[in-house]
């Protein structure tokens, strides 16, 4: 083995420095970026997600019109500041809505974080999730575990947000991270961010949303896949996010568009902008019951789809 380290350690020099010399300016570049991506996607981690859903579920529950809405909305918010977002927003909107013949009129929240943007600070790329739960049947005021719907998406923002704080990224558009609120009650939150005229609904480039993102119940990963739900507008964003899912994880995808109304990423696209939605492939038999807990969830499937959000913001900035 000494001769032959010997004999090939100077071809390798040599092949090096040929390479470096051959490779252009925007090699590196690119070399460097996928290298930084690879960094942000191998630090999304399945125990930070499963404390985050753990953390969400002992909530008890978080039921858009139960009178602890305000209080979830700021333990989230806490969250963010903890996790190195002292700016961290509650951004309050209004629902109005008859549910189970009451009438409520009601304040609720969206709970904001950003990395702001070195050379577009007005564009804005979009991650988030819902926090709120309900159930099917059964009393949704007193306790909805909702760990798959959707602390599983709330978790993936969060942990996103970690990562690329902890590895000091600095995207060249803003990158926000929002847990949206009322979602079970008709996409509340979202419609009312997508349309808002706040300034920064005309400036979103995409926005990516992750919904029940934590079901696989197959313990053999070689089946595993995600649903990525687009729109008209957003092929090739979809088409970004398999090349990110080939490349950054050991994920299958498919694309079935069945729950493309259902969730935050709709009202985005009827506003006119580019979204997302990375869903569980496999139907989840615990939906909308109590039985959608914490040991029902997949956290090293999970950490694979959040892994092609995390991947997809880098890329694009
Ligand atoms: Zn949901």
Known sequence: MKYLNTFYCPLTFLLIIFLLTNCTKEDHEKLRKEAFILKLVNDINADSLKSDVIWLQNMGTRFAFTDNRRSVAQKIKDRFIQIGFPDAEIDSFLVTKTYRDVLYEQWNYNIIAVISGTQYPDSLCIIGG?????????????????????????????????????????????????????????????????????????????????????????????????????????????????????????????????????????????????????????????????NDLLENCNFDYCREIVRISCALLADKN
Request: aromatic share 14%; hydrophobic share 35%; charged share 20%.
């Open 130 to 290: 819902h926090y709120d739960n309900i159930l099917g049947t059964g009393d949704p005021f007193t306790i909805v575990p909702g760990a798959n719907d959707n602390a599983s998406g709330v978790a993936a923002a969060l942990e996103i947000a970690r990562v690329m704080k902890k590895n000091n990224f600095a995207p060249e558009s803003k990158i926000m991270f929002i847990a949206f609120g009322a979602e079970e009650l008709g996409l509340w939150g979202s419609k009312d961010f997508a349309a808002s005229p706040d300034g920064f609904s005309q400036k979103i480039r995409f926005m990516l949303n992750n919904d029940m993102i934590a079901y696989e119940p197959a313990d053999d990963p070689s089946g595993w896949c995600v649903n990525i739900i687009d729109y008209d507008n957003s092929h090739n964003l979809r088409a970004d996010a398999e090349k990110m899912c080939t490349r950054y994880t050991f994920l299958n995808y498919k694309n079935d568009n069945t729950s493309s109304s259902r969730s935050d990423s709709y009202p985005f696209f009827t506003n006119g902008y580019k979204a997302l939605f990375f869903a569980s492939d496999k139907v989840d038999q615990n939906y909308h019951t109590l």
